[in-house]
Every structure is written in structure tokens, then in C-alpha cells.
């Protein structure tokens, strides 16, 4: 079981915190798709308006990584060209075996 968490800190620009944390027993092996590991993405309504990985090439390689009971994982991203109004921001990570992501409101 992956318990996930998304912080959004409004200051400047938009950093955002994608927390992924092992909820299980048992150690869980993730694949990684490629060097990016975990997408962000703004949207305002049904929108989107920003995504991390937009223009950006990413080393393709499988990587493979163990997330022990209780452990965390922890991404971090920048908006650094935000604009003011009501969004909803959305991390996902980049894996094979599961759809793994976390949505939450702001306001910049």
C-alpha cells in the first residue's frame, strides 16, 4: 500500500512536495519509467496549464528501487513562472506497476 501526499508552497513561484511513503508491511519494488521519476502538473479548471515535464528530454531507463515498510520517497518541483488565480496541482509518479498520484487545491 503507497500512501501519497502533495504540498503546494505559494511564495516565490510554486514549489511543489509529492511524498510517497511505503504503508505496507512488506517492501514494495518500483519500476521507474525513465530519469524523471515523478510529473507535475497545474491545471486550472479541466485545464492544464503547466507540466513539469513540457520541452524536457529524460535519460529512457528502467530503474528499479525498494521502498521498505515506513519508508518515504520524496519529490520536489517548481512553478517558477506562476500565475494568480484557483488551480489544482497533480503528481504522478513515473512507475510501471501502478498509477501512483496525489491532487490538492491552491491559490497563488
Known sequence: MLD??????VGDGVSFCFSVVNGGDT??????????RAD??????????WRYSDGRAFEQT???????????????????????GDYTAEATLRVRERHVSARTPFSV
Open 4 to 9: 501519497t501526499a502533495l504540498e503546494v508552497t
Open 27 to 36: 517492501p514494495i519494488e518500483l519500476t521507474f519509467t525513465d530519469a524523471c
Open 62 to 84: 528502467l530503474t528499479n528501487a525498494d521502498l521498505q515498510p515506513g519508508e518515504a520517497a520524496d519529490f520536489e518541483r517548481r512553478w517558477p513562472e506562476s500565475i494568480p
Open 40 to 49: 507535475f502538473a497545474v491545471f486550472d479548471g479541466g485545464a492544464e496549464v
